[in-house]
C-alpha cells in the first residue's frame, strides 16, 4: 500500500507542472500584455465564423503563428512579422495549430481581403488552385435557380458552376468568411510583448 502514495504524489506532481507551464503561466504573459490598440475584440458574426473554423477543424492543416526568421523564413513567404502573446488576446481556444499542410493564416485577411475570393475558395478550392488537396465545403452553400435579394452568389468558373442555377452562400459561409477576413495582425506588435519575447532587435512592423 505505501507504494502507491509515492507513485500518487509523482503523477500529481506531474499534472501540477503541466497545469502550471501550460495553462497558468502562459494566462500569466497575455494578461500582463497590453492590447494593441488596432486588435479589436471579434463581432458576433465574426465569433460565429471562428466557431464554424474551429468545428470544421481547420487547425489541423493551418496554422495561425508565423515565427521568427531563425525558425522559418514566415516573412518571405508573406505570412507577417512573428506572432507574439497579444496577438490572441481575444482567441479562446486559440488556434496557434502544429501542421502547414495549408499556408499560415493568422494575416490571410490582410493577404487577402476580397469575400468573393474566400467564397470561391471554400466552396471549391480548385476552381482557384487546381493543385490544391484542400477538401471543398459544399455543405456552407446552396444551389438556387436563380439568386434572390440579399443572396450572395459566389462567382466560379464554369468548370466548377452548376448545370442550372446559381450557387448560394449559406449564413455559415458569410460568418467563415467574416472571420477569416478579420484575422489581420500586420499591425506593429506592442513594444512589451517585441521585448519579452525576445524580438527586441527586430522591426515590429509587418
Not at 501550460?22 to 494578461?31: C, E, K, M, S
Not at 488596432?38 to 496554422?63: D, I, K, M, N, W
Not at 499560415?104 to 471549391?124: C, F, K
Amino acid at each position: 500500500m505505501n507504494r502507491y502514495l509515492p507513485l500518487a504524489l509523482l503523477a500529481f506532481g506531474i499534472l501540477a507542472f503541466a497545469t502550471l507551464m501550460l495553462v497558468i503561466a502562459p494566462g500569466v504573459q497575455i494578461a500582463r500584455h497590453s492590447v494593441p490598440p488596432q486588435l479589436e475584440p471579434y463581432t458576433e458574426q465574426q465569433a460565429r465564423g471562428r466557431a464554424q473554423y474551429v468545428g470544421l477543424g481547420c487547425v489541423y492543416c493551418h496554422s495561425q503563428q508565423p515565427r521568427s526568421p531563425d525558425q522559418a523564413p514566415d516573412g518571405e513567404r508573406g505570412w507577417g512579422r512573428p506572432a507574439v502573446a497579444a496577438d490572441y488576446v481575444y482567441d479562446q481556444p486559440h488556434q496557434l495549430g502544429t501542421m502547414r499542410t495549408g499556408p499560415d493564416l493568422l494575416n490571410v485577411g490582410a493577404r487577402l481581403p476580397s469575400e468573393a475570393w474566400q467564397l470561391t475558395h471554400l466552396y471549391q478550392p480548385r476552381a482557384i488552385f487546381g493543385w490544391s488537396v484542400m477538401p471543398a465545403y459544399p455543405f456552407l452553400f446552396e444551389i438556387k435557380p436563380a439568386a434572390e435579394p440579399g443572396d450572395t452568389v459566389v462567382v466560379l468558373p464554369e468548370a466548377f458552376a452548376p448545370e442550372a442555377g446559381v450557387v448560394v452562400a449559406r449564413q455559415e459561409a458569410l460568418d467563415l468568411t467574416a472571420y477569416l477576413l478579420s484575422l489581420d495582425r500586420t499591425y506593429p506588435a506592442p513594444a512589451d510583448a517585441l521585448r519579452d519575447e525576445g524580438y527586441a532587435t527586430m522591426e515590429s512592423g509587418s
